[in-house]
């Protein structure tokens, strides 16, 4: 069995070097935009209205990158068709 860490930092810094948009929960709030800096501490996004948030990486709860997993397998089919595993049931809450 292996595992794998994938920090919110890794995420980051990955989102920083494809160029994508990364939202992060900061207090709550959802912030979207593309990552301007990163030193491991503190973290600048370019928000998409044009202005920036810097935060501190501690307060981040979440982050979303807008792409694939890099960890996600291709699963190979008949005739070399790339199929993807569909997500597992999502538990109701009442």
Do not use: F
Not at 33 to 51: F, K, M, R
Not at 76 to 92: L, N, Q, T
Request: aromatic residues 6%; negative net charge; glycine residues 12%.
């Amino acid at each position: 069995m292996q595992s794998m860490l994938y920090t919110i930092g890794m995420a980051v810094d990955r989102a920083a070097e494809a160029g994508y948009t990364v939202s992060l929960l900061i207090g709550g709030q959802w912030v979207e935009g593309l990552v301007a800096g990163n030193d491991g501490v503190g973290i600048v996004l370019e928000c998409l209205d044009g202005g920036h948030v810097v935060a501190k990486i501690e307060h981040v709860a979440a982050v979303r990158v807008l792409s694939e997993s890099p960890y996600r397998a291709p699963i190979e089919g008949p005739d070399d068709i790339e199929a993807m595993p569909m997500p597992g049931p999502r538990p109701s809450y009442a």
